[in-house]
């Protein structure tokens, strides 16, 4: 990346958060504070993707799901009951 390709931007951190960096940069784990920020960022953009293909994920499950019911592929169900067969079932595998 070229000194022309980068933009300055000024940042405020809390008190807890400078000396976060500072401590980095201190430890040896970065050479600037620019270089934890950059980093930082990318994590953070990687765990929004993470997250918008989690909820995509999840509104497919839910569309699969109202096509089920639409479809008459649904049952009522008794809690009850399958309460009842899960615990036949753990006494006669016990």
Same mark, same amino acid.
Request: glycine share 8%; net charge negative.
């Given at each position: 990346?070229?000194?022309?390709?980068?933009? @300055?931007?000024?940042?405020?951190?809390?008190? =807890?958060?400078?000396?976060?960096?500072?401590?980095?940069?201190? =430890?040896?784990?970065?050479?600037?504070?620019? =270089? !934890?920020?950059?980093?930082?960022?990318?994590?953070?953009?990687?765990? @929004?993707? =993470?997250?918008?293909?989690?909820?995509? %994920?999840?509104?497919? !499950?839910?569309? %699969?799901?109202?096509?089920?019911?639409?479809q008459g592929r649904v049952q009522d169900f008794d809690a009850a009951d399958?309460?009842?067969?899960?615990? %036949?079932?753990?006494?006669? %595998?016990?």
């Amino acid at each position: 990346m070229m000194m022309s390709d980068l933009e @300055r931007l000024t940042i405020t951190l809390t008190p =807890e958060l400078a000396a976060l960096v500072r401590g980095a940069i201190g =430890e040896g784990d970065y050479a600037s504070s620019s =270089e !934890v920020i950059r980093d930082a960022l990318r994590d953070w953009r990687h765990k @929004r993707q =993470e997250r918008a293909q989690t909820f995509k %994920a999840l509104q497919g !499950v839910v569309q %699969a799901g109202l096509e089920d019911d639409t479809q008459g592929r649904v049952q009522d169900f008794d809690a009850a009951d399958i309460k009842a067969a899960g615990r %036949a079932q753990s006494r006669r %595998a016990g």
